[in-house]
């Protein structure tokens, strides 16, 4: 849990690179622990990125061992892509403490985490200014975990809605200044990316992993299907975006270690490629196993499931595809 964490805060001290390889080989078996990994990092992230020396030293040992478990907190129901424009959870300063109201939604470990790292408005009036950011614990009140998602995929992750009805926050659980949430969430989401390409690049490597054994022992028509052509090709291709992704990965992961000044570039690079890598290979997989890739009771079919939402979570395709060209362009008026 602790890789990515300074050893002076009970962590590793690792860097990037080795966290998204640690993602990448516990997802070739199985997305859902893999998640375990990358969430924890995306909820201590706000902390690294944004807390003074003493909010460091209270949460950060916790997250690093494992004991405590982390959660971000962004998305609600009408701001998904657009996170900042259609925020509605309100926070408050009352005396010192903040009164947060509103609901967050599709929070993965919201149900299971002892710190959530949650964004609130705090000036409607200031736009990207507006929102802060809060360490919200476990037993605050009033902090409730609402309903818990059925999904297609990751079925062992769970993802719930928290709701927040004038839950108290402790002016000291504030993450940096008020006004600075919106750019914090961002430069999170800058390095927790790569995590979740790292767990797309896994799903997708697994997948190649099994048809590729399978290719090799099922028989049709007098030798293993992976040598005829229409298979053959089709690993072949598989391969190539495999290792085409994991070089991408790599090199955004090596970026975050160096602060080079292009990560959200590549992040979202990564991402793209690896969450789009992991659709097509796992879609094949099932392919090359015919009915038995469509069966439950063989990996692939998990394996296509879980892929899906590496598409869509951490920003859609879309959304990576509008941050890479902002950063080629620039967003205009
Ligand atoms: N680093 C620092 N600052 C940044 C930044 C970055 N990477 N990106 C934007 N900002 C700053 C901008 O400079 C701007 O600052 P000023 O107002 O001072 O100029 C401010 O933030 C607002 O930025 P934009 O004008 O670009 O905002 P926007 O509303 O047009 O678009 C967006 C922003 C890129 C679309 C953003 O809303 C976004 O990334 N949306 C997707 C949200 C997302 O990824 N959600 C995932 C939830 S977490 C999850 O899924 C986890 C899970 O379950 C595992």
């Known amino acids: 849990m602790g890789v990515p964490i300074p050893s002076e805060y009970g962590g590793l001290g690792g860097t990037f690179v080795t966290y998204v390889k640690v993602v990448e080989e516990i997802a070739k078996a199985c ?42 907190a962004l998305t609600e129901v009408s701001s998904g892509s657009d996170a900042l424009g259609s925020m509605r959870t309100r ?17 993965t470990n919201g149900s299971v985490a002892d710190v959530v790292c949650v964004f609130a408005v705090t000036d409607p009036a200031a736009g990207s200014r507006g929102v802060s950011a809060f360490v919200v614990e476990k037993n605050s009140p009033v902090f ?7 999904k297609m995929g990751i079925r062992g992750s769970p993802t719930v809605e928290l709701i927040f009805d004038n839950c108290e926050v402790p002016v000291e659980n504030r993450l940096g200044e008020e006004g600075e949430g919106f750019k914090i969430a961002m430069r999170v989401l800058d390095k927790s990316r790569p995590g979740i390409a790292a767990q ?3 799903i997708a490597a697994g997948a190649l992993e099994y048809a590729t054994n399978y290719a090799k022992e099922r028989i049709a028509f007098g030798k293993p299907i992976g040598q005829h052509q229409g298979i053959g090709f089709m690993l072949a291709d598989m391969k190539t975006e495999v290792e085409a992704a994991r070089l991408l990965l790599y090199e955004s992961a090596r970026k975050c270690d160096a602060g080079e000044p292009d990560v959200t570039l590549w992040a979202a690079m990564a ?8 659709m097509s290979v796992t879609t094949d ?3 090359v196993l015919g009915g038995f890739g469509y069966s439950s ?36 008026k």
């Not at 926070?91 to 929070?107: C, F, M």
């Not at 991402?271 to 992991?278: F, T």
């Open 31 to 72: 997305a859902s622990s893999s998640l375990i990994v990358a969430v924890q990092e995306l909820g201590m992230l706000p902390i690294m990125i944004a807390g003074n020396e003493e909010q460091k030293k209270r949460f950060l040992p916790k997250i690093a061992s494992g004991e405590h478990l982390a959660a971000y």
């Open 91 to 107: 926070a408050e300063l009352k005396g010192d403490k903040y009164y947060l109201t509103g609901q967050k939604i599709w929070i």
């Open 144 to 150: 409730s975990v609402g309903k818990k998602e059925k």
């Open 200 to 202: 797309a690049l896994g």
């Open 271 to 278: 991402k793209l490629k690896c969450g789009d890598v992991a």
């Open 285 to 287: 997989a099932v392919q």
């Open 297 to 332: 009771e063989y990996p692939v079919e998990r394996m296509m499931r879980d892929a899906k939402i590496t598409q869509i979570y951490e920003g859609t395709q879309q959304i990576q595809r509008l941050v890479i060209n902002r950063n080629m362009i620039g967003k205009g």
